[in-house]
């Protein structure tokens, strides 16, 4: 059957999970769960204390030690019995709570999916130019290579025969031919810069646009093939990570129940479109592909790549991509680039006279070949927006080469052009001088990318002032700030710290935290401190020699260990944005510095006096919060970056100037890493500055100023 605009009808199955015990049981645990494992992290708290301060009392004079052992024992009975009764009603709460309906729950998560995704794209559309009443000229027409089945196989199905088969067009008869697409798998490949993300960005906003509750089709959503490793993650897991992490709301466990990500792609109703097959290592992209024909069968998806990088991975792995239609972006005509260029604009056609005269008699010229691919075509609108630009500079460069490298270097400073004062009621943004801004992203694309990875994330930063900086120096800011309200009397215990501190450094690996409500491991790490305590209150028994030490270090133990129970690392699921993270890391800080305040200082403050008691307060919070695991990614961070600025090589508000690199269209965001949206740009500024100093780690940061 075949629809009337020549497409055939789509086929769609969807599979519907079936509900479980379990999965019943785990829908029921809401918020009320997390209330109650809330409740249970104060009753260990207030029962820390209550043992420590019966401890201290045990230890006083020989003719009360009975009284309070018989009330440490009675408080304990009371405490076992409180205990036991919140587990009893949080247990019974829990079975009272209705649970939800997981399939309500699941239409829920998509459509408020699909709100997100539209706004996402939309305005992404926009700012790549892909909108309004004169977009990018994008054409693509099915690949002749030997990368796909027979054409009719593809498009009708197995046992069809067919000629004279004509598919092609632009971005909106591309979403219209993959919906028809028995399969709809579908592959974009291009060369470089030819617009193959650009088109899967309409082909998911046309698809998005027509999308209404209730629709059976996969919704799509796209997400960059990079950050993959096919040998260690199943594609499924891997997407479903990827689903929270660039949308933290699916996250919401009391609106759509627990796992919704992965329960979307179980159910097939999300369609992954996977773009970059050629940003993952060369020698990966056969495994890769093997590993998506394996995991994806039958299902919807969509994959980009470079011509020749997939020519070559389907070569080599001696068999196509499923049964998917594998389409090729056309290169811009020159009277294509032409007209683009000539529109939209008061003197459009006037300004750009001279490159239209050359385009018009050279259609196959150095001029046309630089401008045949949407990226190069949309830089030049951009580079030479403003009137005070003459675009017949380009006609003077010797090759297409040449012409290429003049626009990509001409986009920063357009981006960073003055626009002049916002208008009334818009949101004004920083400005920073175009020069200032390519000194900043030419250190990041320097320092900052590793090798196989095109992705900033905030917490190496450190990093790339060497080992020193990364380790020696935020343990030496710890134990100084943690020995200030001491006044600095002893050096010894100074040096200590920080041999202590630069260990506990060099043995962690720095990354981002955040309080996590894991009772597991919190009771592990209260069980372990008990050994400490246990010992230091064992050699004290008998001795009256610094009793109060002993509490103060059982006390700074319980601390430790409640702050490494409650803080955990992010994984790479977690790890939803640049801002997000660098909170969830301060935040985990303070979350495990305030009780270590209390913890300890409270004690203090009872058997040493008010002003020890605020001293050892201070101490114990900067060096659990800052020195032990929470809080170590933020503060290493904070250092660099102040020391960098101080160099003049980023800027000291890093994190908003990002951010606005963002915004302007230089960089793309990641999860809580960015990149740089074109990799025609990266490579570029990675190509003008091939010192290989740069990539040592332990080399001395230099100042651009002289380049």
Request: aromatic share 8%; glycine share 8%; net charge positive.
């Amino acid at each position: 059957m075949h629809r009337a605009d020549g497409y055939p009808t789509a086929r769609v199955r969807v599979a519907r999970k079936p509900t479980t015990m379990v999965g019943v049981w785990l829908t029921r645990r809401g918020r009320s769960w997390w209330s109650g494992l809330a409740a249970v992290g104060v009753l260990l708290l207030v029962l820390g204390a209550l043992v420590l301060v019966l401890l201290y009392l045990r230890s006083g004079p020989t003719g009360r030690q009975e009284t309070w052992d018989r009330l440490a024992s009675v408080g304990g009975l009371v405490l076992g019995v409180a205990g036991l009764g919140i587990g009893v009603l949080g247990t019974w709460a829990a079975l009272r709570t209705p649970p939800g309906d997981p399939d309500v729950q699941l239409d829920r998560a998509l459509a408020d999916l699909v709100q997100r995704l539209r706004a996402q794209w939309d305005t992404e559309a926009e700012d790549r130019g892909l909108s309004g009443p004169d977009p990018i000229p994008v054409r693509w027409r099915p690949s002749e290579r030997a990368v796909q089945p027979a054409l009719s196989e593809v498009v009708f199905g197995p046992g069809w025969r067919a000629t004279g088969l004509r598919i092609r067009g632009g971005p909106g008869d591309l979403a219209r031919c993959w919906l028809g697409l028995p399969l709809r798998q579908l592959v974009v490949i291009g060369a470089p810069g030819s617009g193959k993300t650009s088109l899967a960005v309409l082909l998911l906003t046309e698809v998005l646009r027509g999308w209404a509750p209730g629709d059976p089709t996969a919704v799509p959503v796209l997400v960059n093939l990079a950050g993959w490793d096919p040998r260690a993650r199943h594609l499924d897991t891997w997407f479903a990570g990827r689903l929270v992490e660039q949308y933290p709301f699916l996250a919401d466990r009391d609106r759509y129940g627990p796992d919704v990500a992965a329960r979307l792609v179980a159910a097939r109703r999300v369609a992954p479109v996977l773009d970059g097959l050629d940003e993952m290592p060369k020698g990966m992209h056969p495994e890769a592909l093997a590993q998506l024909s394996r995991a994806l069968g039958g299902r919807p998806v969509v994959l980009t790549c470079r011509t020749d990088e997939y020519e070559e991975a389907c070569l080599e792995e001696d068999r196509p991509f499923g049964r998917a239609l594998v389409v090729e972006i056309e290169p811009v005509t020159a009277r294509q680039a032409a007209d683009y260029l000539a529109a939209g604009g008061v003197a459009g056609a006037r300004r750009w006279a001279p490159v239209l005269d050359v385009l018009a008699a050279e259609p196959t010229g150095a001029l046309a070949t630089a401008l045949s691919t949407p990226l190069t075509v949309f830089l030049a609108r951009v580079a030479y927006r403003a009137t005070d630009r003459d675009p017949a500079e380009l006609t003077r460069f010797p090759d297409a080469t040449a012409i290429t490298d003049h626009l990509v270097d001409a986009f920063l400073p357009a981006v960073y052009a003055d626009s002049g004062p916002p208008a009334p009621g818009a949101p004004r943004h920083p400005r920073y001088p175009a020069d200032r801004a390519r000194r900043w992203l030419t250190f990041l694309a320097t320092r900052l990318l590793e090798p196989g990875d095109n992705e900033m994330a905030w917490w190496r930063l450190a990093r790339v002032l060497g080992p020193a900086w990364d380790k020696t120096i935020p343990a030496i800011v710890v134990t100084l700030a943690a020995a200030a309200p001491f006044g600095f009397r002893s050096e010894a215990l100074i040096v200590a710290g920080v041999l202590v501190s630069t260990t506990i450094f060099r043995l962690t690996e720095v990354m981002p935290r955040r309080i996590t409500l894991q009772p597991w491991r919190t009771v592990m790490s209260l069980g372990l401190c008990a050994l400490p305590t246990t010992i230091a209150f064992t050699a004290a028994r008998d001795t009256v020699l610094f009793p109060h030490w002993q509490v103060l270090w059982a006390a700074f133990f319980f601390a430790m260990a409640l702050a490494m129970g409650l803080g955990g690392p992010l994984s790479r699921a977690d790890l939803l944005d640049p801002r997000s993270t660098m909170r969830d890391d301060r935040r985990s800080a303070i979350a495990a510095g305030a009780p270590a305040a209390l913890i300890v200082g409270v004690p203090a403050w009872i058997l040493l006096g008010p002003l020890y008691g605020l001293r050892f307060a201070v101490g114990a919070a900067i060096v659990i919060g800052l020195g032990s695991l929470p809080g170590e990614a933020w503060l290493r961070f904070t250092i660099a970056r102040f020391a960098l600025a101080a160099q003049g090589e980023l800027p000291w508000r890093l994190v908003r100037f990002l951010a606005d690199a963002r915004r302007r269209g230089m960089l793309r965001q990641t999860g809580a890493a960015y990149q740089f949206r074109h990799l025609r740009l990266q490579e570029r500024i990675l190509a003008a500055y091939p010192d290989p100093a740069m990539a040592d780690e332990d080399a001395p940061v230099r100042s651009d100023s002289s380049r």
